[in-house]
């Protein structure tokens, strides 16, 4: 009886050490652990993507709701990124992947990849304007490109409009519209007539203006 109630006894000590080792564990994870617990669960569920904003539009002072003339513009285009503390040990040989499938020099991309106004932890677009076969090219092999996405964005693109009062053409020539230039010149333009010999017209920028052949 002695030896049974012996056990007994040991048998519940070993049951009240293991309620309080899992009471000790249980407050650790609920008080102590809970904040850095909190942080990675956040950290799971919310992740935060940067894009670029799409600009307005520059329109030129002739522009009309019906017929706006676009100076500055937006338009689509699939850029290639490539996040440097993504390559791991790789990077050369990812920029290498990366210069062969885009037409983008080595030495172009590395010297991108090393422009200071970039986080290492940023995706550097060092290619734009790329096929959608480059894209499904990167998506289909991530073991060769790591750190290597393509992103559809939106670029500035510029259009030179001519304005009536920097161009000039005389009515019937086939000489096409010049715009201005900083420069100063001596210009002649000659008026088609219906026959030879007929006066010509010189306009000048300069003190000496030159004459063409055949006018009087």
């Known amino acids: 009886m002695e030896k049974a109630t012996s ?19 249980l407050w650790f994870l609920q008080v102590l652990a809970a904040q850095g617990f909190n942080k990675e669960a956040k950290a799971q569920s919310i992740r935060t993507v940067s894009t670029d904003p799409l600009r307005g539009q520059i329109l030129d002072a002739t522009s ?5 003339v676009v ?20 990077g050369e040989a990812v920029v ?37 076969n480059v894209k499904f090219d990167i998506a289909e092999h991530p073991a060769d490109f790591p750190g290597v996405s393509v992103e ?11 304005s009536p ?7 019937g020539s086939s000489t096409p519209p010049s715009t201005t230039s900083g420069r100063s010149s001596a210009t002649a333009r ?5 026959s030879r010999g007929s006066s010509c017209r ?15």
Not at 190 to 194: F, H, L
Request: hydrophobic residues 35%; positive net charge; proline residues 8%.
């Open 7 to 25: 056990r007994l006894r040991v048998l519940a000590l070993l049951v009240v050490v293991m309620f309080l080792a899992l009471s000790a564990r």
């Open 64 to 68: 009309t709701p019906d017929h706006p």
């Open 71 to 90: 100076l500055v513009g937006n338009q689509e285009s699939r850029e290639v990124r490539i996040t440097p503390s993504e390559l791991g040990d790789q």
């Open 96 to 132: 290498l992947r990366v210069s062969r499938i885009t037409g983008v020099p080595v030495k172009e991309i590395a010297q991108t990849l090393r422009d200071p106004k970039y986080l290492p932890t940023q995706a550097i677009p060092v290619a734009e304007f790329v096929s959608k």
């Open 152 to 162: 559809s964005t939106f670029v500035r693109s510029t259009r030179s409009v001519r």
């Open 165 to 171: 009062r920097t161009s000039s053409a005389t009515p």
């Open 190 to 194: 000659t008026t088609p007539s219906a």
């Open 202 to 216: 010189t306009s000048s920028t300069s003190a000496a203006s030159r004459v063409p052949r055949g006018c009087s």
